[in-house]
Structure formats: C-alpha cells, structure tokens
C-alpha cells in the first residue's frame, strides 16, 4: 500500500496543538482544478489510510478515465506509545500521518467524467471519510 507521507520534515515529531480543529478553511475552498469537487462540511483529523482509500474508491468507481486531483497531504506525524508501558521515557514513536481538514476545504477534485459517474465515485469516497462531505460543481459563466 503506497500510502503518502512526507518525504523530509524539519521535525520528527510535532505537537498536538489545540485538542479540536476549530473554524473554517482558510484557503483551498475553491475548485481550482476539475469540473467537479468533494467538499468537507466539518472538522476532522484524516489518516493517510482513509485518503489513500478514497482515493481508490473514486479511481475504481471511474474506471481509471478522467483526471483526479488530491487537495490535502498528510503531513502530520501521529505518534503513540505502546499499551502498558510506564510514564515518562520521552514521546512515542510517529505511528501514522494524518491532515487537519477543516470545514469548507476541498479534499478532491475530478474532471473528465459526466456528472452521474463523479457524484457516484464521490459519494463512494465520503462513505472512507471521517468528516461529513457536499459534492460541488463549477459554475460556469
């Protein structure tokens, strides 16, 4: 499984930050590549399994015809200690990547597909996801 992570990070390990993801998107709440677009509608934190299977579920519902961009990276190291292990000893290792994705962001975007065939792939893909998700159209005009 090719699941994406970082090639080099300045710091192996990172802090956890604020306890939730607050707010709105504030960038990347446009299409900017394809017709068609999946759009989070809340905040989560996603793994790079859960990505990497959307990902698969779109590209097999499109019979690997059209182009499909990813619009989040996970680049977030996510580490943990082992069970029933002592406190103290330093931070756990780094056990998985994940993304912050906040409301309004555009996880995917796809183009060269009729419609049915891009709301069906992203309705597929929202079913991988842990955050809730709108299927967008770009306006023309």
Known sequence: MSLKQPKRTKYRKSQKGKSKIRGTAKGGTELAFGQYGLKAQSN???SAR???AAR???TRHMRRVGKLWMRSFPDLPITSKPAEVR???GKG???WWATRVHAGRIMFELDGVPRETAEEAF???SQKLPV???FIERMEG
């Open 50 to 52: 859960e990505l990497e």
């Open 44 to 46: 989560a934190r996603v």
């Open 132 to 134: 809730k998700t709108r």
């Open 56 to 58: 698969r579920a779109v």
């Open 87 to 89: 406190m103290g000893k």
């Open 93 to 95: 290792t780094v056990e």
């Open 123 to 125: 309705r597929l893909a």
